[in-house]
């Protein structure tokens, strides 16, 4: 493993994911879990596997990237920034991460092309927390996160990011977070779909407006409640 954080492409990634694209295969959602792994295979050799793992089917991930790369990025090299308007700003290592009150939890994970994992195993700490440390100042409304790929990014109301359960998590089902599951760290969001839940985390800004995140900005809604949940929602109705 080399010590120098990288975005080498992945095998067989060719293009990153196209907004177009994007909602065509939302829409062959259906028809996905009936191909399965042949349709995958299909569109995995024709488009490369970022646009094959989007297509659902199966209790298990599909893993994909908006850049056709994974970030590489060792544990001796993360780091984890805490910036905006906070009274104590901060850089956090992995370690210090680690050495944190941590949560432990189990939750489902939804993926708004239409695929689910049940019971997926998640420890990190909490955000809330973090918040806590960094203590945020008055007139902040909304926390953005930034990733180490340099695209993708995303942003919670404040009181969002103070759930129980919204998590910055280094380890899944017990185990360090591997590289295509967002790791070192990454954001978990469990009461949203998953493109809430930002992978391979660089930096948390506590900032007075809401940045609309990359998704958000391809027409997803910027409050990804699934169906059924209910939470804080964003004062201004265009960004719901």
């Known amino acids: ?9 992945t095998e067989g990634a060719k293009t990153p994911v196209g907004r177009r694209m994007f909602l065509g295969l939302v829409a062959l959602g259906a028809a996905g879990v009936a191909f399965g792994a042949e349709a995958q295979k299909l569109i995995g050799n024709k488009l490369g596997s970022g646009f094959a ?6 209790n298990h991930f599909r893993i994909y990237t908006i850049t056709g790369s994974y970030p590489n990025i060792p544990t001796s090299k993360y780091s984890l920034s805490v910036s905006g308007m906070v009274d ?22 939804q993926c708004v092309t ?12 909490p955000l809330a927390h973090l918040l806590e440390m960094a203590g945020p100042q008055s007139g902040t409304v909304a926390v953005s996160f930034d990733s180490y790929d340099h695209a993708d990014s995303e942003s919670l109301l404040l009181a969002q990011a103070h759930l129980p359960d919204v998590m910055v998590a280094y380890e899944m089902y017990g185990k360090p977070l591997s590289r295509e599951h967002g790791g070192p760290v990454r954001l978990v969001v469990p009461q949203m779909y998953g493109y809430k839940s930002l992978k391979w985390l660089s930096a948390i800004r506590v900032v007075n407006d809401v940045d609309v995140g990359f998704w958000e900005q391809n027409g997803y809604p910027q409050n990804g409640w699934l169906d059924g949940s209910t939470g804080p929602t964003n004062p ?5």
């Open 88 to 109: 104590r700003p901060m850089t956090l290592s992995y370690d210090d991460l680690r050495a944190l009150p941590a949560l432990e939890m189990v939750k489902g994970f």
């Open 236 to 240: 201004d109705p265009s960004l719901s």
């Open 114 to 125: 239409g695929w689910r994992v049940d019971g997926v195993s998640w420890k990190g700490v």
């Open 53 to 58: 793992s989007l297509l659902p089917g199966g």
């Open 1 to 9: 493993m080399t010590d120098e954080v990288s975005t080498r492409p």
